[in-house]
């Protein structure tokens, strides 16, 4: 996300009349015939939560972006729908569809809700069967965190590789979840376990 878009997303969050951990900003719009929904919170400022919900006919589909990063890759929508896929690719490349995204953002007043009674949003999740891409930092815990894990961290969260590598080499990983109650805060995650919170 260009710094602007960011601004703006925190800009609309912080004008809620309220902040709860279940608390979002929601932006939709429609693209080639998806329907897009945009959701962000800042209830963790060190690690914002940014997740976009796809739908095409039957196909429904949540990924989790990394709200810091520039430059968006297709390796962002693990396992999407190909008919999502072949709607939102030009070129083979996502950067029309997020520029599309960015410009809704900055050129909209956005929803205000609550994750659990947003019925796509908890759907979608519990829908998908068991994914490793969930929106909310829960935990870590000591099983060796995967090299796949570790990837898919390094591209859709904003802790630095040196971070993640330094949970992997104490044989610990990061857990989500999909639950807003059980959400904590990364950096109190991490000082718990003596690691420091290094940002990209």
């Known amino acids: 996300m260009r710094n602007q878009v960011k601004d703006k997303l925190i800009n609309d969050y912080n004008e809620l009349n309220y902040h709860t951990d279940d608390t979002f900003t929601k932006y939709r719009f429609t693209y080639n015939g998806v329907y897009v929904h945009v959701y962000f919170d800042a209830y963790d400022y060190q690690a914002l939560s940014l997740s976009v919900i796809l739908i095409y006919e039957r196909d429904y589909y949540y990924t989790s972006l990394n709200v810091d990063d520039t430059d968006t890759n297709v390796e962002y929508l693990h396992k999407i729908p190909l008919g999502i896929l072949r709607r939102i690719l030009v070129n083979k490349k996502l950067d029309d569809m997020f520029a ?21 949003f908890s759907s979608t999740l519990k829908f998908s069967g068991k994914r490793k891409d969930l929106p909310f930092w829960k935990s870590i815990k000591h099983v060796r965190m995967s090299d796949d894990t570790l990837n898919r961290l390094k591209v859709t969260s904003n802790i630095s590789l040196s971070t993640l590598k ?18 904590k805060n990364i950096k109190m995650i991490l000082d718990s376990k003596g690691i420091d919170l290094e940002l990209r």
């Open 100 to 120: 599309q995204l960015e410009a809704h953002i900055l050129n909209s007043t956005p929803e205000e809700g609550r994750y659990t009674n947003d019925k796509l």
């Open 166 to 183: 330094k949970i992997q080499s104490r044989n610990m990983t990061l857990v989500k979840t999909q639950f807003p109650k059980d959400r």
